[in-house]
C-alpha cells in the first residue's frame, strides 16, 4: 500500500501545495480532479500547488468510455440506478431506525435497561450500515464479474495512457468535489493499482475516498436535521478511519448525543473531523502522524490526536 | 419593561411636530418584541385594519390620538409571523382598502398587492433573491396542442447548465405562471441548484384559464397532465421518465388539482409538493360551508378520506398556521401518513398567499429532490 497523506478541505484556505512540501515531493504529480465532474479541469482546485502537474482527466475519460462503448455504458447506468435505489431504500430504513432510537430514547426505563436499549439502537444502525455496504458491494462486484472493465478495449486504452500519464509522476494528488463521482470514476479505471507505490495525498472528499467506508454528513441540510449516511465502501488505503472534512461548517458540535451515536456507530474505527490545515499520515493503510480532531464517545472533541 | 413607543407619544404633548417626530424615528408597522403597532396618519372617520389571520377578527378598528390625525393599533403576534394586510380609510361614509403609506414592504399576487408585517424573528430568506453566483435557468414558452383542453401555453424552465445527455426530473408546477410571478420560482430554483440543494431539474409551469373548475378533481385535467402533457415533455426533453423523477405540485385549489391527479393516476407521479390545499372536506352531509365551489372537492376528499391509498411516494404538505385551511391540512396528514407514504409537514406563521408559499419552497423542493450537497466535500 503506497504511503499516504489525508488533508481537510481546500476551498477555504488550500494546503495541498504546502503538504507537497512538506513531504519533499517536487513533481510532477499527477491530478485526480474527477469530483469536481465537468469542472476538473478548472485552474485552482487545490490552490497553486507549486510543482508540475498533469490532470488524469478521470471525469472527461470516463465519458468518452460511456459515449464509445454504448453496451458497457447501458449495463454501468443500469447499475448505478439500481445502486441509487437501493440507497434510497437504505435511508429509508435509516430515517425509521431514527426515529425508533428517539422514540425508545424518551421512554421511562431504568438506567440500566436504558443503557442496554441505547446500545441496541447503535447496533441497529450499524446493522443496517453494514447490510447497505455489503449488498453495495456484491453489486459492484457481480458488475465487475459480468463486465470485467478492465478488458473493455476503451477502458482498457484509456488504462494504457494513465499509466503512461503516471510513470514520470513522483506523488498522485487527489481533490474533494462529489465523492461518488470521484469514487467511482476511480474505480472505473482502477487509478489505485496504476498508481503503484506512489505517495497519495487526497484532499477532503479525496480523503474520504481512500478510507473503508464513506460516511456523507450535513448536521445543518436545508430540511429537518441530518442523519449521516454511509455511501459505500471507500479503496480501503487508509484502514480504521472515517473522515468527517470541513467540520466547522457542517458538523454540530453542541450535538453531543449526535456524535456520541455516531462514534459508537461506526467503531471501532476512529472519527476524524478534518479542518482546514488537518493532516493523517499513513503508511501501510495505518494512522502514523496525524493532527487533526478526533471524536469521542462522549460526545467531546479531542483536539491535535496522535494514534 | 420597557413601554411601547405608542405609550410615550399618547402621553403628550398631543402637537402635530410630536407626530413628526415619532413617524421620523420609526419604521412601520412599529414592531417591538411581540407587540406590532400599525399606523396610519391622515384625517378620516375611521381607521380599521384588514387583514387574513384566521383566529383573529380580519377588521380591526385603529384608536385616534386625541388632538391628533394619528390613528393607531397595537396587536400581538407570535415570533416569526407574517402578515399581509391593508388598512380601511373610512371618509365620508365610504371606506377604501388601501396599502399602507408608511410601509415599504409589500407583497404582490394576482389582484393586486398587499402590506406585509414582519413579526419580531421573522427573515426574507436570502435563496429568494437573485445571486450574481448562480446561473439563471433558461424560461421559455411554448403552445402545446393538448387534445383535451385544445391550444395551452405552458412555460418552460431548463437549468442554467442543460445537457442533451443528461436525464433530469420533471416538476410540473400549477398556476407555475404566478409561482415565477409571485413566489420568485425562478430565482429559488437557479439558487437551490447553484447551492447543490436540489438537482438539475426541467420545470413545467401550467396555468389554467379555469382554474377553480379543472383543478377540483376533474379527470380531463388529469388526463390533460399525465396522459398529453407530460409524455410530450418526456419526448421532448431529456426527461428521466421514473414515477421517482417525476413530481406535481401546486397551491391552494392547485394543491387540490396535484393530489386529485396523482389519486386518478395512482404511480404515475413519485412527489408532491401540496400548499395550503383547499382540502375541504365533511365528516357528515356532503355540504362543506365554504360553498357549492368546493362540492367536487369535498366529494373527492370524503372518497380519500374514506379509502386512503398510496399513490405516491413522497408527499411534503405545507400551509400557514393563519389560514382557515390549516385544519383541513392538519387532518390530511396522518390520512397520507396511514399509506405509507413518505410524508412531511410543515405549518408556518403565515396565510393562504404566495409568499408564504415561497417561503417554504426551499424545504420541500429539497426534501423531495435531495440534491448532490451531502455529496460534495471540496
Known sequence: ?307 | MTPLAIEALKAGPHTAEAVDAFLRAHSFPLVEGPSITFVFRGEAEAIHLKHWVFGLPSSQQLARIEGTDLWYLTLELPGGSRVEYKLEVVRHGHGEWIQDPLNANKARDPFGANSVAHGEGYEIPTWIHPDPESKPGKVDELSFDSPTFGRRGVGLYVPARFRNTRRYPLLVVHDGHDYMRYAALGSVLDNLMHRLEIPEIIVALTSSPNRLGEYANDERHARYLTDELVPFLERALPIDARPQARCLMGASFGGVAALSTAWRRPGFYGKLLLQSGSFAFTDIGDRNHRGPLFDPVVAFMNQLRARPKAVSERVFVSCGMYESLIYENRSLVPLLKSTGMDVRFVEARDGHNWENWRDRLREGLSWLFPGPFLMVYE
Open chain 1, 1 to 307: 500500500m503506497p504511503p499516504v497523506i489525508l488533508l481537510g478541505p481546500q476551498s477555504h484556505k488550500p494546503d495541498a501545495g504546502d503538504a507537497l512540501r512538506e513531504a519533499g515531493l517536487k513533481g510532477p504529480v499527477a491530478l485526480v480532479t474527477a469530483g469536481y465532474q465537468e469542472r476538473e479541469t478548472h485552474e485552482g482546485l487545490l490552490g497553486n500547488l507549486g510543482v508540475k502537474t498533469v490532470n488524469l482527466t478521470l471525469h472527461a475519460r470516463s465519458e468518452d468510455v460511456f459515449a464509445s462503448d454504448a453496451e458497457f455504458a447501458i449495463a454501468y447506468k443500469a447499475r448505478q440506478a439500481r445502486l441509487k435505489a437501493q440507497h434510497d431504500m437504505y435511508r429509508i430504513r435509516l430515517d425509521h431506525a431514527f426515529e425508533a432510537a428517539k422514540a425508545i430514547s424518551v421512554r421511562q426505563l431504568e438506567s440500566e435497561l436504558m443503557a442496554e436499549e441505547r446500545e441496541a439502537s447503535v447496533r441497529v444502525l450499524r446493522n443496517l450500515d453494514s447490510e447497505h455496504l455489503m449488498r453495495s458491494h456484491a453489486v459492484a462486484s457481480a458488475f465487475d464479474l459480468r463486465w470485467k472493465p478492465s478488458e473493455r478495449k476503451v477502458i482498457a486504452r484509456h488504462q494504457k495512457e494513465l499509466k503512461k500519464l503516471l510513470e514520470p509522476c513522483e506523488a498522485v494528488v487527489i481533490a474533494g468535489g462529489h465523492v461518488a463521482s470521484l469514487l467511482y470514476r476511480m474505480r472505473l479505471f482502477d487509478v489505485v493499482r496504476l498508481s503503484g507505490k506512489r505517495p497519495i495525498v487526497a484532499a477532503s472528499g479525496g480523503a474520504m475516498v481512500l478510507t473503508e467506508r464513506i460516511y456523507l454528513f450535513h448536521d445543518f441540510p436545508p430540511h429537518g436535521t441530518g442523519v449521516a449516511e454511509v455511501l459505500d465502501v471507500g479503496l480501503g488505503l487508509v484502514k480504521d478511519l472515517v473522515v468527517l472534512p470541513d467540520p466547522r461548517h457542517r458538523l454540530s458540535f453542541e450535538d453531543r448525543e449526535g456524535i456520541n451515536r455516531f462514534v459508537r456507530r461506526i467503531a471501532p474505527a476512529a472519527c476524524m473531523a478534518m479542518d482546514d490545515g488537518a493532516r493523517i499520515f499513513a503508511e501501510r493503510g495505518k494512522v502514523t502522524r496525524s493532527f487533526v480532531h478526533r471524536l469521542l464517545p462522549s460526545g467531546e472533541v479531542q483536539a491535535g490526536w496522535v494514534p
